[in-house]
């Protein structure tokens, strides 16, 4: 691979900056052809894909950067923390049982798309779905379903189950990131017009649009303008739990891995998910105090900057070249998407759920708990903690689907 233009993060990080300026800047512009230009292209989306653009053209590299690490583990949960602080739980219960009903469609279309994939290929160019021992193409798909159904910790222990050969591997990471990157840009499209979508599958929205106008009324109520203080304040519950929930997850996780290794398969043993799972269990706790009134002063704003530069920096480990490298397996994880959209889309019509739902379900399986967040506030800023909640529950039986489509491959492929 050549080397990036800039190597240096802090350049990197200005021009990711740049980009998002660029891109909020001629949202708002009063010119028509930027009106009509993001009319079609919601703002989020090319936050998203111009970073991946760069990176394809060598001006910087996703795979050497540290950002994605940095804003993952730092940015992400202090960002889940404002944006969490202010929801209204109870409300939220209140959206009903569509929510999980997608979820588990999302999860059963990922279980039965990889074999499906598989057998449609196999029709046409069997030597595409072919291989034995540890090269072969049906172990590297499971890491890719360890990856779509729970994250990336599920996707190692996919990798060991199905002792999957490590050349594979870096194959079946690319399919991974960029088809499930191409899927999300889709469902960002479709968030922003989700009222067209929401009408031809004549979804009841109330109960999401009743969320909406509650936390708009709250904010309205308590908002002022903030000082250096309170800015001070925010930033220091922010970081703070974010901080409480690093040193929780450094405890609990390598305990877990010494005491129950047998648990890793709920991916109790990884870090992250602990990371995850503490900062928004104490923010939906604080939730219920006052500190529900860090609200007014802009929590979910300065959550949705560090979300946007998550957002850039997801974008920015997207390679669109490395599609060319090997065109078959893409086919198949193409081919596996796009069972995954169909059962979600005809679940939804048949349930009349609106395609928040769909979207955040689908999101929640593929793209886990750093993106699941960043599809739902697509919709409403606060409405990201429903993408982490059902993120969760993807990391706690990624394992087992991705475990027993694993199984299912096999059989197709023998």
């Not at 506030?377 to 993408?387: D, E, I, N, R, T």
Request: glycine content about 10%; overall charge neutral.
């Amino acid at each position: 691979m050549t080397k990036p233009l800039f190597t240096n993060d802090a350049v990197v990080l200005g021009i990711l900056l740049a980009i998002l300026s660029f891109v909020f800047l001629t949202g708002r512009s009063e010119s028509p052809f930027w009106k009509k230009f993001y009319k079609y292209v919601p703002t989020l989306l090319l936050c998203y894909f111009i970073p991946s653009i760069f990176n394809s053209l060598g001006i910087f590299s996703g795979e050497s950067s540290r950002l994605y690490f940095v804003a993952s583990r730092y940015l992400l949960p202090t960002s889940l923390v404002l944006l969490t602080i202010s929801i209204d739980l109870p409300s939220i219960i209140k959206l009903g049982p569509k929510a999980l009903v997608m979820f588990f469609t999302g999860t059963a279309g990922i279980i039965i798309g990889g074999p499906l994939a598989i057998m449609v290929v196999s029709v046409f160019a069997p030597d595409i779905v072919g291989g034995a021992g540890p090269e072969a193409v049906w172990r590297g798909l499971t890491t890719v379903a360890g990856s779509w159904i729970g994250g990336g910790a599920n996707q190692a222990a996919m990798k060991e189950i199905f002792n999957v050969g490590d050349g594979l591997f870096s194959a079946m990471i690319a399919v991974d990131v960029i088809v499930a990157n191409i899927w999300m840009a889709f469902l960002l499209y479709g968030a922003g017009i989700h009222k067209q979508i929401d009408k031809k599958l004549q979804a009841d929205t109330s109960a999401i649009s009743e969320l909406k106008e509650k936390i708009e009324a709250y904010r309205s109520q308590i908002m002022r303008i903030p000082d250096l203080t309170d800015t001070i304040k925010l930033m220091s519950v922010g970081f703070g739990v974010t901080a409480l929930a690093h040193f929780g997850s450094d405890l609990i996780a390598p305990w877990i891995a010494v005491n129950a290794p047998g648990l890793e398969k709920f991916s109790l043993t990884s870090g992250f998910f602990w990371l995850i799972v503490i900062s928004t269990t104490i923010a939906l706790g604080l939730s219920f105090t006052r500190a529900r009134e860090l609200e007014g002063i802009g929590a979910s704003r300065y959550g949705s900057v560090f979300l946007y530069v998550l957002v850039a920096t997801i974008g920015m480990k997207m390679d669109l070249m490395a599609i060319f490298e090997n065109p078959g397996l893409f086919l198949v994880g193409l081919i596996w998407m796009s069972i995954h959209a169909i059962l979600l889309i005809g679940v939804a019509k048949l349930i009349k759920a609106p395609f928040f739902f769909m979207a955040v379900g689908s999101q929640a399986n593929v793209g886990g708990a750093a993106s699941a967040p960043i599809v739902a506030s697509a919709f409403h800023p606060s409405l990201a903690p429903v993408g982490v909640l059902l993120a969760v529950l993807g990391y706690a039986v990624g394992t087992y689907g991705a475990w027993f489509c694993g199984m299912l491959m096999q059989v197709i492929s023998h």
